[in-house]
Nanobody
Framework: QVQLVESGGGLVQAGGSLRLSCAAS????????GLWFRQAPGKEREFVAA????????SYSDSTKGRFTISRDNANNMVYLQMNSLKPEDTAIYYC???????????????WGQGTQVTVFS
């Protein structure tokens, strides 16, 4: 079983940057897709970004592409989300997820972290 723990969230002014980290347990994590989702109060969980096991294929939501970068370090079982040019609408709890297939549907994934809060103010 894969266990995931997010960190790196915080309070940041609009236009600033944050780097989120997701630490995974288990050597098998390197064979999984790594993903980031986010959920704002009163809204559904939303796909943010995904990276393949080889770190050669990435996907982003329309609202984050060009500003966010997802990457992974398989040697250390880590997935990262570098967030630049942050906007107030990026405010949400950010979750990492893992799965053997790639989909933007949250219910498709069995492994989730507990989330880390990102708050962006003007």
């Amino acid at each position: 079983q894969v266990q995931l723990v997010e960190s790196g969230g915080g309070l940041v002014q609009a236009g600033g940057s944050l780097r989120l980290s997701c630490a995974a347990s288990g050597r098998a994590f390197s064979t999984y897709y790594g993903l980031w989702f986010r959920q704002a109060p009163g809204k559904e969980r939303e796909f943010v970004a995904a990276v393949s096991w080889s770190d050669t294929s990435t996907s982003y939501s329309d609202s984050t592409k060009g500003r966010f970068t997802i990457s992974r370090d398989n040697a250390n079982n880590m997935v990262y989300l570098q967030m630049n040019s942050l906007k107030p609408e990026d405010t949400a709890i950010y979750y990492c997820a893992a799965g053997r297939s790639l989909t933007a549907t949250p219910s498709s994934y069995n492994y989730w972290g507990q989330g880390t809060q990102v708050t962006v103010f003007s």
